[in-house]
T-cell receptor, first 109, second 117 residues
Framework: GQNIDQPTEMTATEGAIVQINCTYQ??????LFWYQQHAGEAPTFLSY??LDGLEEKGRFSSFLSRSKGYSYLLLKELQMKDSASYLC??????????WGAGTKLIIKP | ETGVTQTPRHLVMGMTNKKSLKCEQH?????MYWYKQSAKKPLELMFV???????ENNSVPSRFSPECPNSSHLFLHLHTLQPEDSALYLC????????????????FGPGTRLTVL
């Protein structure tokens, strides 16, 4: 079956760095998405990786290793507003998104 | 502002009621989606429309009935729901469903928080 695994919850300190991991098992692979979702709000697009390597976008970076079925989202210089759930989703061979349950990130002062 | 709006934002209904959820996208996209989001569970894809045609129905109970009159509007008609249908219902849109250079990034509306009593 197809599956996405990511931690349920993580806690980090304001100003620090946190890495949210995601492993995936899909029938074929056409890329991996990260979305941010604040409580009660819409998921918003953060990144899309289809090639191996690290893509940096401001304080957020996303990494992909296709051979390992692994991705991570790296958040630097954490701010209180980064408290949210982070959703990992992989695109399978039929271009269907397979979603993880999300990682709730709690930022403490 | 993501360009996808949903109404109502909150809805409380009894099991015998009939109600409709509305979604509108202002992004010029051709594909629209309904998802169910329950606490601590992955997003569940319910329906997909591409160019107004339904392309996917993931074994959703018939008490949920989608309608897509044009590429900008999507409805979800609800009737005789069960308490376990209480969840956040999210609408999303993308350029189309064929993949594309960016894997067809989906843009979400804020959702309707549905409570079935």
């Amino acid at each position: 079956g197809q599956n996405i695994d990511q931690p349920t919850e993580m806690t980090a300190t304001e100003g620090a760095i946190v890495q949210i991991n995601c492993t995936y098992q899909t029938s074929g692979f056409n890329g991996l998405f990260w979305y941010q979702q604040h409580a009660g709000e819409a998921p918003t697009f953060l990144s899309y990786n289809v090639l191996d390597g690290l893509e940096e976008k401001g304080r957020f970076s996303s990494f992909l290793s296709r051979s390992k079925g692994y991705s991570y989202l790296l958040l630097k210089e954490l701010q209180m507003k980064d408290s949210a759930s982070y959703l990992c989703a992989a695109l399978d061979s039929n271009y269907q998104l397979i979603w993880g349950a999300g990682t709730k990130l709690i930022i403490k002062p | 502002e993501t360009g996808v709006t949903q109404t109502p934002r909150h809805l409380v209904m009894g099991m015998t009621n009939k109600k409709s959820l509305k979604c509108e996208q202002h992004l010029g996209h051709n594909a629209m989606y309904w998802y169910k989001q329950s606490a601590k569970k992955p997003l569940e894809l319910m329906f997909v429309y591409n160019f107004k045609e339904q392309t996917e129905n993931n074994s959703v109970p018939s008490r949920f009935s989608p309608e897509c009159p044009n590429s900008s509007h999507l409805f979800l008609h609800l009737h005789t729901l069960q308490p376990e249908d209480s969840a956040l219902y999210l609408c999303a849109s993308s350029q189309d469903t064929s993949g594309g250079a960016r894997g067809d990034t989906q843009y979400f509306g804020p959702g309707t928080r549905l409570t079935v009593l």
